[in-house]
């Protein structure tokens, strides 16, 4: 015999079986299957908008759905049972799938189960139905740093803080910033802050890198070097140089493959902080200042960049308060000084 069923997608098509579908959900909600009668109710206003009553059943089933899911959900997830969290979220996604709270909880189970694809997918959509919400960007934005977007992250990062211009958003975008910066760096560079001893190429390439906003708008002059041909350090010699941050020997050759000396940090932080000074008021005490140094004395043609390194803080000095400017660099020494240079002059 045939079969009088009809599919409910197949009456939904139909509107003169909008009364069937309401009824078919009031019948459901008895029973207390308010899933299939949410479903039942939303495919009848769909077919007959006008049925305000079933609309306003269907809106008080749908709370109830989620409210329900979601207190599941936090159950779960503070039992650490994330699996079991994540599909009370999607159930209630499933009844509010307009809701982008939704999708960020969700989201926020998906990251403690490491995984940061689904969470992208999930906080991508809570943004496209919020696209102003800078919870929700900065959120988005952390979960594609953590699946390694770090250019899409520091862009979201960005829309994030121009809405909510927090202090919060502007770290959290300086470091991934930072990450990004250092993810483009080649990487002879990256392995210089590990060297036990640095070369004159090693620091210039290391001050290139890491102070590049600053020598951008610094004023640059061509020089003439006559060793670099064949030096993977090349360009960011010339950069260095072009803007003084580090000087060739007066015979025109910079010996990239010398060792790098604590003089020549000293030196070239002298020079970072006089370029950055006139836009930063506070740095420039550090250039007047004149404290005592065992091994260099004031006449010293080095003392104006080793005392203005030490009241600045970037180079400490040694044991007995003395300089030790002839003493090898190391990446490590090297790496630390540059860090409180970058906080100094404030280099993002």
Request: aromatic share 4%; glycine share 6%; proline share 6%.
């Amino acid at each position: 015999m045939r079969s009088t069923r009809v599919g409910s997608a197949s009456i939904a098509a139909r509107p003169s079986f909008a009364p069937g579908l309401a009824g078919r959900g009031l019948a459901l909600a008895a029973q207390q299957k308010e899933a299939d009668a949410l479903a039942a109710f939303d495919a009848a206003v769909k077919a007959d908008p006008s049925l305000a009553e079933i609309r306003r059943r269907a809106d008080a089933v749908r709370l109830h759905v989620v409210d329900t899911a979601m207190a599941d959900a936090r159950k779960a997830r503070g039992a650490k049972r994330f699996d079991e969290a994540r599909a009370h979220y999607s159930r209630a996604i499933q009844a509010s799938p307009d809701s982008a709270f939704l999708y960020r909880d969700r989201a926020a189970v998906e990251r403690e189960m490491h995984e940061d694809a689904a969470a992208v997918g999930d906080l991508r959509r809570a943004v496209a139905l919020e696209p102003t919400d800078a919870e929700g960007l900065a959120a988005l934005a952390s979960a594609l740093a953590a699946a390694g977007e770090l250019k899409d992250a520091d862009a979201t990062y960005r829309k994030a803080f121009a809405i909510d211009p927090s202090e919060s958003i502007r770290t959290e975008m300086a470091r991934v910033s930072a990450r990004l910066r250092d993810a483009q760096v080649p990487g002879e560079v990256r392995d210089i802050e590990s060297r036990r001893q640095l070369t004159r190429g090693d620091l210039a390439a290391l001050l290139g890198v890491r102070f590049e906003p600053v020598l951008r708008t610094a004023p640059s002059v061509q020089l003439v070097i006559t060793d670099l041909e064949d030096d993977w350090s090349r360009s960011w010699i010339t950069s260095v140089t072009g803007a003084g941050v580090m000087e060739p020997y007066p015979n025109h050759t910079f010996q990239p493959a010398a060792p790098a000396l604590r003089a020549d940090l000293a030196a070239a932080s002298l020079r970072l902080l006089a370029l950055a000074a006139p836009t930063h008021p506070a740095l420039r005490p550090y250039l007047q200042q004149r404290p005592q140094i065992v091994d260099v004395a004031q006449k010293h043609p080095l003392y104006s960049a080793v005392a203005s390194a030490v009241a600045a803080g970037v180079i400490p000095l040694v044991d007995g308060g003395r300089f030790e400017a002839s003493r090898p660099l190391s990446g490590a020494d090297a790496a630390e000084a540059v860090g409180r240079l970058r906080t100094l002059l404030a280099v993002e």
